[in-house]
């Protein structure tokens, strides 16, 4: 069965201190893996997309890695506004149908 | 802002009772999504429809339908509320073309609560 696993739940860090989110996964037929942000009462928003093994991705002070077990949400020099739940979800593809599975998501929190 | 708009945002009735949500993807997006989001459940896959034709389903309950009509913009039909039916909706949307894992686009979403 298809699971995604995010650790930390929930991650506080200082403003300006660095850190790392995990995404491990199993699924077969993996056909791309995804980070979004979520902001409390809304709808996610897409940061990145991931394709194979080796893949990083960066964006102002994200960067996202990714293996052939887990992917990587790196943090540098974080601020308040980067507080959020960070979404990994994993992409299947079964007979033409797109089927896009959910981990859990950590809850970041920056403080000034 | 994704592009996908979702109407109406806040939604509240009694169970038992019968409710339409309304998504209308990203313009050219031929391919609409149905989430679930709850507290203790995350975000839940319902059904995919592309270009008209449901083509996935995944936790959707009986009580639960969807359509998308041919000006692409879909509707999530939830009937016999219950309590536990209280959660927020999501709609996503992409292109459809399938070739590679497609980015789901996101709307703001809808916040059910069931008294």
């Known amino acids: 069965e298809d699971q995604v696993t995010q650790s930390p739940e929930a991650l506080r860090l200082q403003e300006g201190e660095s850190s790392s989110l995990n995404c491990s996964y199993t699924?077969?037929?993996?056909?791309?893996l995804f980070w979004y942000r979520q902001d409390p009462g809304k709808g996610p928003e897409f940061l990145f997309t991931l394709y194979s093994a080796g893949e990083e991705k960066e964006k102002e002070r994200l960067k996202a890695t990714l293996t052939k077990k887990e992917s990587f949400l790196h943090i540098t020099a974080p601020k308040p506004e980067d507080s959020a739940t960070y979404l990994c979800?994993?992409?299947?593809?079964?007979?033409?149908?797109?089927?896009?599975?959910f981990g859990q998501g950590t809850r970041l929190t920056i403080n000034p | 802002d994704s592009g996908v708009t979702q109407t109406p945002k806040h939604l509240i009735t009694a169970t038992g009772q019968r409710v339409t949500l309304r998504c209308s993807p990203r313009?050219?997006?031929?391919?609409v999504y149905w989430y679930q989001q709850s507290l203790d459940q995350g975000l839940q896959f319902l059904i995919q429809y592309y270009n008209g034709e449901e083509r996935a389903k995944g936790n959707i309950l009986e009580r639960f339908s969807a359509q998308q009509f041919p000006d692409l913009h879909s509707e999530l039909n939830l009937s016999s509320l219950e309590l536990g039916d209280s959660a927020l909706y999501f709609c996503a949307s992409s292109e459809g073309t399938a070739n590679l894992g497609e980015t789901q686009y996101f709307g703001p979403g809808t916040r059910l609560l069931v008294l």
């Open positions: 699924v077969s037929g993996l056909r791309g």
């Open positions: 313009s050219g997006d031929l391919s």
């Open positions: 979800a994993v992409l299947r593809t079964i007979q033409g149908a797109q089927k896009l599975v």
